[in-house]
């Protein structure tokens, strides 16, 4: 599998096209503010017609799940399993794209801290599947 993530201000996933506003950005806040993941998974031939499990955690510099405040339960997604199908007609070998857009509240994360969003795939974690950000410092 291959998987694409940006981090955006707003992301949206219409008629399997993946719409994405204020992408790109690796720095955040002080204060919390909405933000959005974009992601772009790509199925290979291989493995379509399989249920894929698929993890999105916020862990912190040390790779530590970070807790919401209010529950200090983990902050992550858990994705319904992915199944992609084989269209008829498509050529052996063609890999499938699957645009996915997770929306956040604002999430209040400490000033000038590290963070990475981990995707995982069955069980399975990729260097390539992390997006790391900061936070600014507050301001004196």
Do not use: C
Request: hydrophobic share 40%; net charge negative; no cysteine.
């Amino acid at each position: 599998m291959r998987a694409t993530l940006l981090l955006a201000d707003h992301a949206q996933v219409a008629e399997g096209k993946l719409y994405i506003n204020g992408g790109g950005w690796t720095v955040i806040g002080p204060q919390p503010m909405p933000f959005a993941i974009a992601m772009y998974v790509e199925v290979p031939w291989d493995q379509t017609n399989t249920k894929h499990s698929m993890l999105l955690e916020l862990l912190d510099a040390d790779g530590h799940p970070v807790t919401a405040p209010e529950s200090d339960d983990p902050i992550r997604v858990e994705f319904p399993p992915l199944e992609v199908g084989r269209p008829p007609g498509v050529k052996p070998g063609m890999p499938f794209g699957v645009p996915l857009a997770v929306n956040f509240g604002p999430l209040p994360l400490e000033p000038d801290g590290r963070y990475v969003w981990q995707l995982t795939i069955d069980g399975h974690a990729d260097e390539d599947w992390r997006l790391t950000f900061s936070t600014r410092p507050e301001l004196a």
